[in-house]
């Protein structure tokens, strides 16, 4: 498994204000699919969570392929990340999860939390920099 990288305080700066972001999941069958979130935190440095309310192509896939990429845009810029993500149902993680969500959407019922630990980080600003590896 490829070791974790720590985000940087510019990347931390550019997903906040950022109200969705799409993750991009593949099965063993190598068919994509990407799909919005709109309930996701960091967790620190290292580490994503996203809220699962709505995911079905989406966690069937994670059950075959852990490996996921996240991508979003905002007003201070944007970012793809990539990582590996680990579901977790009946533990502390899904308890915290539902207690956050339910603290900020309360009429939302999360199904599982998805904990993305972050492997790289690329840019996807326009121009020469496109696509290239920043950790």
Known sequence: ???LVKLT???KESLKGVKTI???TCSNDCIPNVAPMGAYKLLDD???LISDQFMNKTMKNLE???KVAISYWGEKGGYQIKGVAVVHKDDDVFKEDVEWIKSVMPKLTPKSA???RITEVYSIKPGTEAGKKIL
């Open 1 to 3: 498994m490829k070791s």
């Open 9 to 11: 305080e510019e990347i």
């Open 22 to 24: 799409y993750m991009a």
């Open 46 to 48: 290292e580490t994503m």
């Open 64 to 66: 075959q392929n852990q």
């Open 114 to 116: 998805v904990v993305i």
